[in-house]
């Protein structure tokens, strides 16, 4: 008898009408119908042989050509006499040694206080996004650069304002004395000064849109990451907001910048204390299981789960905003995927956020 | 008080050192650039450099990762006396060393460097099965196809050979002949394997993964060619119980208490192939989610 044997990084989500398979290893994920699903349960429990008699002649076929499809993919092997069980599962479990690993900052300039430099550095942050609505001179990115050498910090992300003076050599230079950006994204830009095929230490994105703090959020299937770590942190907290920190344009310390509540401000509390409130932590225990519909969709575990725009339509005991997120026009049921800002029923919570 | 002997920048360093903070540890790091004077106050010794100053006493535990404690060698000029005063400085030295390494530990200065060839005798003594070696001067018995040649140092690169900056010695197959004898060096009987088997082993705990790459020619006799098209698969993987009692046995004998061990698995049978104390071990446990760097800080 032979035994099909899944291998322990490929994670299936089962969606209502169909399956996400996701690769943990090699960073992708793909649809496949829930037909294939029941195949590989019933691998897990029979030889192959046996899952074979289960169908007549013709589906054998079909068993025959998913289990090539899973082999060729390279999602599992096959063993003979029985399964090799010295293959243990991937532990769930998601450890990260930083007391907060993001912080996303909603800021007029890059300066940042050496207070504030400090907290990052006491919290461990690992991961710093700037959204800055202002045209930023080549010395503000600079400077922040040299602010974290020698530091915990690992990548930095910057939004900002297109200008003029942004152009190949400005972008060159940046080039030059990077180490943490990994992202920059100009909007407000017409015509981008780089060709899109050259090459740069770090991601360079020119939008043609005005992107505003309430542009994030938004769910696409272009934005879904499969990364062992990101999956693991899905599967336990939320995708977004755990071990993350956010501080608005006015100070306000908050989970991220587009949340409504607020834990003090950086001129007055110390980020280390900030956390200490009793709140702060709230939802980064909420996963998409908790979720209204994302609960039921195969593309929970690879999904950000917005906590700051949702459809605004139910909440759970503890008072916590459990509605599917506002900016996603997917619906699990009809696996059709549709423009989220046109659909009537989300217009009261666009209105209510100002989105129009 | 925890003490960190390793170099600058040495990445596993510095990801233990985020658990230690994590678990609120407190550790003194000491790296290559350091030269310490043993000295003494009130009865205890303490040693001292342009960094660091601690009483050896105060440490409880020692990880021993890279590098290692240099003293400063004081001179005299009167040979007589200095002959004398080197020996005394050597057996103090040897005094602190000793006293660091009879604390709770992971590896030490003094076994941390394993010679490979040592190592596959224990490993067979132990009763692990081991490819069988030798060492030649030519290729006259070997067996072109079935044989590996590979490093006998525990360092496989070469810095600034021909144009290259940094180059790898990987295993490689033996696919012809020699005309001319050369330098000795070390052979090995091939073995066709199934996949191989990276164990991370912290003080007779296993982290093991198996590391499936026999699809693909690249990978085939070194998984350290990495093929970016289709990485391999690193997935968890437990040894059977008595492969990994004679592991952990070997472990004993060579007083090495954290490492990476390498075996091959073909058939029913577990290769041992080798253990690497100073290696990266860190992206192999990433991928299974051991989190090994945690371990460390927590056994610290
Ligand atoms: S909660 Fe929403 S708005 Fe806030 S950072 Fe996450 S995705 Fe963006
Ligand atoms: S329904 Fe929920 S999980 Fe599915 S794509 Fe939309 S936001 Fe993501």
Known sequence: MKYFNLFSDILITKGINRILISDLQRNNSELQSLELYNIIEEFKSHAIEEVLTFYDEESQEIVQEYLNFLLEKEYGFITEKDWDKNFAPLAPEFREASKISNIFMERADLLLSPQLLQSIANLGIKHLVIYCDAALPLTSFVDLESSFSNSCVESIEIFSHYHPEVDQDFIKALHEKSARIYSLIFYNCENPPVEPSDIFKFNLVFSDQSLRLNSCGKVDFKYFDTNLMKVLEALNHNSCLNKKIGIDKDGNIKNCPAMPQRFGNINDIALEDAIKHEEFKAYWNLTKNDILVCRDCEFRNVCTDCRAFTERTHTNQSGLDISKPLKCGYDPSTNVWEDWSTNPLKQKAIEYYGLK | ?300
């Open chain 2, 1 to 300: 008080m925890i003490l960190i002997i390793s170099r600058k920048q040495e990445t596993t360093t510095n990801e233990v050192i985020k658990w230690l903070l994590a678990l609120v540890k407190k550790f003194i790091r000491v790296d290559e650039d350091e030269e310490f004077e043993i000295r003494a106050k009130e009865k205890r010794i303490y040693i001292e450099s342009h960094r660091n100053c601690f009483y050896i006493d105060d440490i409880s535990s020692v990880w021993y990762r890279r590098g290692g404690i240099r003293f400063k060698k004081i001179q005299y000029d009167n040979p007589a006396v200095d002959v004398h005063m080197q020996e005394h400085q050597h057996w103090l030295q040897d005094y602190v060393i000793k006293k660091l390494e009879s604390k709770k530990h992971v590896n030490k200065q003094s076994t941390s460097a394993v010679n490979k060839l040592m190592v596959l005798e224990q490993a067979k003594k132990v009763g692990l099965d081991v490819p069988e070696f030798y060492l030649a001067e030519d290729t006259a018995e070997v067996v072109l196809d079935k044989t590996i040649t590979k490093p006998l140092t525990g360092n496989i690169t070469i810095n600034n050979y021909q144009d290259y900056a940094e180059s790898i010695m990987y295993t490689n197959i033996v696919e012809h002949k020699e005309k001319d004898s050369f330098f000795i060096t070390f052979f090995q009987e091939k073995i066709e394997k199934d996949f191989e088997i990276r164990s991370f082993y912290l003080n007779g705990d296993f982290y093991s993964t198996a590391i499936m790459s026999q699809n693909d020619e690249q990978t085939k006799t070194d998984f350290r060619k990495y093929n970016l098209q289709k990485p391999n698969r690193n997935v968890r993987y437990r040894l059977p119980a008595k492969i990994e009692k004679k592991t952990h046995q070997l472990m004993l004998l060579l007083d090495v208490n954290c490492g990476s061990i390498d075996f091959i698995k073909s058939g029913d049978k577990f290769y041992f192939l080798e253990v690497n104390t100073v290696g990266q071990f860190l992206g192999v446990s990433a991928m299974c989610n051991y989190t090994a760097e945690k371990a460390i800080a927590e056994y610290l």
